[in-house]
């Protein structure tokens, strides 16, 4: 019997630490499949600083661009190219441009043109890899753009009814009938702004259930329990008097409600309630993520429909965590975001003196330190202008935008709200927020996948992407494995070779490819020339559901305007143009195939009438054969004696493929500069070549030569060229030039780097326009720790 008893029990015991090492297992499963997705899907952050936040048209905007990593904030070196553009209220494309980026940082410039119409405009930033993911957590700020040469009309920007949009968001996402939810609620007007009302939950009876009011922002909540059998509406009134009727989020016989407070100042206590149609003890799992970092997993079981996890705070990463709760079967069941603020903050100081006169040097003192930490290089970009009495609002801080809303969808009205006066009242309009704005840059669908998820768009990590599709001319079918040339006009000559996927996709990675060009695209026309290619356009057809605020210019700043655009139309004439950087290319510039085995410059020779006669003279590497009356080039192997290729080489026209050596053959020799050949087999991606032989005119523009009507021929934008800002300089008795300088903008610094100290310099000139000037400091440090600061001072006329 003893032996009996003491093997039941082992058995149980057995039983016992196998399901514990199940439940192990499976919470462990969870932590390693979303830990797979998370090292795929790396989330870049983009935070873009611009100069200020009203142009007129014909100004220019000077932007900053920080690529960060999501998770903690650090430069995240991934995307070597950012793509930023203006965009109107029905989300077309006013202006673009590519821009490059190194080391997670890069800066440009963007012309406004006169044909843009005054009103609100979004800036939105972005990479090729953010693509993957929704366009809600691109970079957008709003900025305002008035034309005074084009009379603005009122009613181009008024859309719309003037009812206000009210939502109900259950903590956790749900409504089940019987069981108490904290409910959160947010109120805007038609301009995106919060409204102040009062606000019932009343049921079929018309009794009054509960009662809300919002707390900041038209953000609140309130408590509440849907009985069985009930039914409810919510009815808002105005600060108008006027009533409006809403409907509640649905009420669900079954589900999972999440209950999440704050249990002492260093635990947090999440409780999670069920109604079920059984009463089976299910398992619910929790799986906690700040930015798809800090991961923790747990299991409990529901005792009498209720389980209740604890997490420690400590585990917690800074900003914003998602909490997500799932069934017995591992799906997601309740959610909801808890803000944990961030311990440190980046202080920067500006000491300058505050009057000054027009033309005087000025010297701005920068200390950026982080408090309690070891000092930490900052990377700041500063802008300096005109604070004029034509009012916009100035950019949002970046810690604000990085903490809140590069996570949150939709806007956020006053988001520095949340970190000033931190005391329990904003610690709860902080978690209100956290339940009006829900955090959605993952789908569990994909986290859980039987496979890894895939990409449509790869990083752009060493240059730009130009993709397009290969189809079939006769049918418009993908034509797969055919090889396509892309080249440009350009100094030294750069080819680019792709080979359509199955789908026909193909895919150039062009680097060093800065400016507008006209490009050549073509397959190899001596074999193919059935197919046609199109091109996409690389900047992204997704748009956030982020409004632009209205637009409202109040006519008693006509004269002010008047005086902006002269001084605009004034600085135009007199500034020099933007300065472009260009790195200095020498004649003979390397072209891709690197150094050739043989050169000559034709003009060292005596000239003769024909190519032919050229090639058979001079190159002693190329044999020219003649062939059922057309002709071929031959490259000699230089490895082989005596042998010679048996196929064409790559034959090229100032970097251009052409395929038809009859056509080089009638091409006048006396417009060719050099020929180089390379006398070796050359591989350039998937494609070999037998031999290069290259042919430069002049002036490097084809010379006259007429390309086969089969090759595609269409201007295409690079990224832009550095370019540097520019301010005079009125030292060495220059302040008593005559010519006018009427600059609003009088410096924009993007890179300045304080030293070990967090200390750092920046010297300008004033202007000769008198008044208020603000100063904007943007910045991060290396380990991801963001500050801003503004302030002002005053510039005074000159006495002569």
């Known amino acids: 019997m003893k032996t009996k008893i003491f093997t039941c029990l082992l058995t149980l015991l057995t039983l016992s630490f196998a399901a514990l090492a199940q439940e192990d297992g499976m919470v462990a499963s969870i932590k390693q499949r979303f ?4 090292e795929r899907a790396v989330q870049e952050k983009m935070f873009v600083h611009l100069d200020r936040p009203f142009y007129l048209v014909g100004e220019t905007i000077w932007f900053k661009a920080y690529n960060l990593n999501g998770a903690t904030h650090h430069f995240l070196d991934l995307s070597k190219v950012g793509y930023l553009e203006v965009l109107d209220s029905e989300n077309n494309a006013l202006v673009q441009t590519k821009f490059s980026m190194l080391d997670g940082k890069g800066n440009g410039s963007l012309l406004i043109p006169s044909t843009v119409v005054s009103g609100k405009y979004k800036v939105r930033c972005y990479t090729n890899w953010m693509k993957n993911f929704s366009a809600d957590y691109f970079f957008e700020t709003a900025i305002t753009v008035v034309n005074p040469f084009v009379r603005f009309e009122p009613d181009r920007t008024v859309k719309g009814d003037t009812r206000h949009d009210v939502q109900f968001f259950p903590e956790g996402g749900r409504l089940v009938k019987g069981v108490e939810s904290k409910v959160a609620f947010r109120a805007i007007a038609a301009d995106g702004k ?25 953000i609140g909540h309130f408590m509440f329990t849907p009985k069985e059998g009930d039914t409810y509406k919510a ?59 800090n991961i923790i997993a747990d299991k409990k079981f529901l005792n009498k429909n209720r389980a209740v996890f604890v997490l420690d705070k400590a ?39 505050k009057k ?83 955090w959605r840059r993952l789908s569990w669908d994909k986290v859980f996948a039987a496979q890894p998820v895939k990409f449509e768009y790869v990083p752009e990590y060493d240059g730009h992407f130009i993709t397009g599709r290969m189809l079939n001319k006769s049918d418009g079918s993908p034509a797969k494995g055919v090889d396509a040339f892309l080249a440009a006009l350009d100094v030294p000559a750069r080819l680019y070779v792709a080979q359509s996927d199955p789908t026909g996709r193909i895919v150039f990675e062009v680097r060093k490819f800065e400016g507008p060009k006209e490009i050549t695209i073509q397959t190899n026309l001596a074999e193919d020339s059935t197919r046609r290619i199109e091109i996409n356009n690389p900047f992204s057809k997704q748009f956030s559901i982020k409004p632009i605020p209205a637009f409202f210019f109040d006519k008693t700043l006509e004269n002010t305007l008047l005086t902006r655009a002269i001084n605009m139309q004034t600085a135009n004439v007199f500034a020099p143009r933007v300065y472009t950087e260009k790195k200095a290319t020498l004649a003979d510039s390397l072209a891709f195939f690197g150094k050739p085995d043989e050169k000559y410059f034709l003009d060292d020779f005596t000239r003769f009438p024909t190519m032919e006669e050229v090639l058979r003279e001079y190159v002693k590497g190329v044999l020219v054969r003649k062939r059922q009356k057309e002709f071929h080039f031959r490259i000699v192997d230089k490895l082989i004696p005596n042998t010679f290729y048996t196929t064409d080489p790559l034959m090229l026209l100032d970097g251009i493929p052409v395929f038809d050596a009859d056509k080089l053959i009638e091409f006048d020799p006396l417009k060719i500069k050099k020929i180089e050949v390379l006398n070796s087999r050359y591989f350039l991606g998937p494609v070999a070549f037998t031999g290069i032989v290259s042919f430069s005119t002049y002036r490097s523009d084809l010379g006259g030569f007429e390309l086969d009507p089969k090759v595609m021929v269409m201007p295409y934008e690079g990224v832009q060229a550095q370019r540097e800002f520019y301010a005079p300089r009125y030292d060495g008795g220059r302040a008593n030039s005559r010519v006018p300088d009427f600059r609003n903008l009088l410096h924009w610094a993007p890179n300045v780097v304080t030293d070990k100290n967090g200390k750092a310099t920046v010297e300008f000139y004033a202007s000769d326009q008198i008044g208020e000037y603000q100063v904007v400091i943007q910045g991060i440090t290396a380990s991801g720790i963001p500050g801003s600061k503004t302030l002002n001072f005053q510039v005074g006329k000159r006495n002569f």
């Open 35 to 38: 830990g797979l997705y998370t």
């Open 315 to 353: 585990k917690l990463g800074e900003g914003i965590s998602q909490i997500t709760i799932l069934n017995d079967k591992v799906k997601p069941v309740s959610e909801r975001l808890y803000f944990k603020r961030p311990a440190t903050r980046l202080d920067i100081d500006a000491k300058l003196g």
């Open 194 to 218: 919060g409204i102040r009302f009062n606000g019932a939950i009343v049921n079929q009876q018309g009794d009054t259930i509960q009662k809300f009011t919002p707390a900041v922002a038209g």
């Open 356 to 438: 000054f006169i027009n033309r005087e040097k000025i010297t701005l003192d920068l200390s950026a330190a982080v408090a309690s930490a070891a000092q930490d290089m900052a990377n700041l970009s500063v802008a300096i202008y005109l604070d004029d009495s034509i009012k916009s609002p100035v950019q949002q801080d970046m810690a604000s935008y990085l903490w809140l809303n590069a996570d949150l969808r939709g806007s956020i009205e006053n988001p520095e709200y949340y970190f000033s006066n931190v005391n329990q009242n904003t610690d709860q309009q902080l978690d209100n927020l956290m339940l009006t704005h829900g």
């Open 235 to 293: 009815f808002v009134t105005d600060s108008k008097g006027t009533k409006y009727e809403y409907t509640l989020p649905n009420v669900e016989e079954q589900g999972y409600v999440m209950q999440v407070k704050d249990s002492t100042a260093s635990l947090l206590k999440i409780t999670v309630t069920s109604r079920l149609s059984g009463d089976e003890a299910n398992a619910v799992y929790l799986l906690s993520h700040t930015r798809q970092q």
